[in-house]
């Protein structure tokens, strides 16, 4: 798995939230274990983290001519914005 693959697997994760686990362990003055306690928490759904897979999904599912018809308008704005300027 790559950085890019490992960071979006990240993203997921917070986006979807999850559920940790947390373990505590007590030990007496001689070293001994006297007491082990496992505490379970949910990490709730992160919002920023939706927006930003919910931003890059709309970026990726654009069909050919929808990328095109946007690339279109785009040079028709910077074509406005160059005649304005003049």
Not at 4 to 23: D, F, N
Not at 39 to 57: E, F, G, H, N, T
Request: no cysteine; proline share 2%.
């Amino acid at each position: 798995m790559d950085d890019k693959e490992a960071l979006m697997a990240a993203l997921r994760r917070k986006a979807y939230g999850y559920t940790v686990s947390e373990q505590t362990t007590e030990y007496d003055g001689e070293g001994n274990e006297i007491k082990n306690k496992v505490s379970v928490k949910d990490v709730p759904p992160d919002l920023s983290a939706i927006k930003l897979l919910l931003d890059r999904q709309e970026d990726v599912s654009l069909t050919e001519k929808e990328l095109e018809e946007e690339r279109e308008r785009l040079l028709r704005e910077l074509a406005a914005l160059n005649n304005q300027k003049k």
